[in-house]
């Protein structure tokens, strides 16, 4: 295996962010393409049926025993975040379970087809730089990559711009097979094209899953019922979360002014303030009867979850928005209660010396039968560069990676290091599965261009806060970005 041009300083600066969850308050890039909007259809699909674990690492991925005779899988992916790297490329053994896992799925790629895995990170701390080295290789005709990894909002936009493949047009792979996010590669399709998929070959599908913390300590001292239990019961639900941190906060050092120094009942980063409606079952649009996206954000339901979270998020017992200590104030137990990925599990609550638990985003209300959660946009996504020479030899190796990803990697990462290794109980094992199970997408969060999906994250900063105002100003901008890009995927040809 080859790894080319890591910077260490853009490694060091997203490991400093870890504590603040690591690019959550994304308010766009340089793109100019005009943002596109669209959603996959009505009401989350089911989740795909569980494979008992015992049973996993016996599924076959059915592919042809080929010799490649050395030749090299070039991979394109970011550098930002030490654990983007991870997920891709480790040199050797290290003793880590996580990086063991890693390495041994890419040899055992390496071995069976007789290849090389080579991956480039570019030299820069600035996450969309990825897309504009891709497309600097897909203008110049250069044969370069093979496979490439964005930041999942931002894969769109290369996706839009004609520099990627249509995933259906790869030979050798399978959506139906357990270690792809069918989740995904359903709600992003297009005429039969989506240029957007993601698989279990890494850890970014699990750990960018988002969910809640809470404070075992501060829990009974506040005379809280078990929130494990609410989970359990079907009643964590919106309305269940206010009354849940209502009264916790409290003024510590007296000064008489609430910030980063006081005690809080819920914080979180405005960028993961979004999670809110998708954890609530509310879609921006959904498919017609011809497979094109309609916008239904509009709805009575929507209205409802914005002003529940508006009370929410702006009441005294709260700190939602800009306010990069959340991580630090979680850590140091003064909030009961805040919001964040699986990942924080693993990387900033690590060394928290009191004991906290992990649970799912609440419900819309009690009738809602299932939880349901979303990555966070730092969160991964996958794409094939227009200038990949070899489908045959392109599809085979990504699905060979991802099937060894489900055996090696996943099973090491949710019952070694999250189950046992840093999750404090078995509760918040289950509760993990429980997530897990409910991660959900649609069309619109891709290609939404930081709009009307983040609605909730505008009303969290407190810069949008009427629901009603906000709709009749981007409705007609929303509907001609999805007409665009319906355009945009109708001229592909590929």
């Known amino acids: 295996m080859k ?264 914080t979180g980063s405005g960028g993961m303030s979004f999670q809110f409606m998708y954890a609530a079952d509310q879609q921006v649009v959904r498919l017609d009867d011809e497979g094109y996206p309609e916008i239904i954000l509009n709805s009575e339901k929507m209205i409802n979850i914005f002003n529940k979270c508006k009370e929410l998020f702006h009441s005294p017992d709260s700190s939602i928005g800009d306010m990069y200590e959340t991580g630090i104030i979680f850590r140091e137990d003064r909030a009961l209660i805040t919001t964040g990925s699986i990942g924080n599990a693993l990387r900033g609550f690590r060394d928290m010396e009191t004991d906290f638990g992990i649970i799912p985003y609440p419900k819309y209300d009690e009738e809602q039968t299932n939880y349901y959660t979303h990555l966070i946009a730092h969160g991964p996504i996958m794409t094939i560069p227009m200038t990949t020479p070899d489908l045959e030899f392109t599809g085979m190796i990504i699905e060979a990676l991802a099937a060894e990803g489900y055996k090696k990697v996943k099973p090491v990462l949710i019952d070694v290091a999250l189950k046992t290794k840093q999750v404090r109980d078995d509760d918040s094992a289950e509760m993990i599965d429980i997530v897990l199970e409910g991660r959900r997408s649609c069309f619109g969060y891709p290609y939404d261009g930081w709009g009307m999906t983040f609605i909730l994250d505008f009303m969290a900063r407190g810069q949008e806060m009427d629901f009603s105002s906000y709709y009749e100003r981007n409705v007609r901008r929303a509907q001609r970005a999805y007409e665009n890009v319906i355009e945009q995927f109708r001229s592909f040809d590929y």
């Open 3 to 266: 790894i080319k041009n890591i910077i260490c300083a853009a490694i060091i600066i997203c490991c400093a962010l870890s504590l603040v969850y690591c690019g959550n308050e994304e308010t766009g890039g340089t793109n100019t393409a005009e943002p596109a909007y669209g959603n996959g259809g009505g009401l989350f699909d089911e989740a795909a049926e569980e494979i008992p674990e015992a049973a996993a690492s016996e599924i076959s991925d059915g592919l042809p025993e080929t010799d490649w005779s050395g030749r090299a899988f070039r991979i394109l992916s970011r550098a930002c975040c030490e654990n983007h790297v991870q997920e891709v490329w480790v040199e050797s053994e290290t003793g880590d379970v996580i990086d063991d896992a890693v390495y041994r799925r890419n040899r055992a790629v390496e071995e069976r087809f007789n290849i090389s895995i080579e991956a480039t990170f570019p030299d820069a701390a600035v996450e969309d730089y990825v897309n504009t080295v891709l497309e600097r290789a897909v203008q110049a005709g250069d044969d370069l990559f093979d496979f490439a990894l964005f930041h999942h909002m931002f894969g769109s936009w290369s996706a839009q711009k004609g520099l990627c493949l249509n995933w259906y047009s790869l030979p050798h792979i399978n959506f139906e097979q357990p270690w792809w996010a069918s989740w995904i590669t359903k709600n992003y399709t297009i005429d039969g094209k989506s240029y957007l998929a993601l698989n279990d070959m890494g850890t970014g599908s699990i750990t960018d899953a988002s969910v809640l913390f809470f404070n075992k300590k501060l829990v009974p001292e506040n005379a809280l019922e078990d929130p494990y239990e609410l989970v359990r019961a079907g009643k964590w639900t919106i309305d269940r979360l206010s009354e849940y941190v209502k009264g916790v906060a409290k003024d510590f050092n007296g000064d008489g002014v609430m910030d980063e120094n006081d005690l809080y009942g819920i």
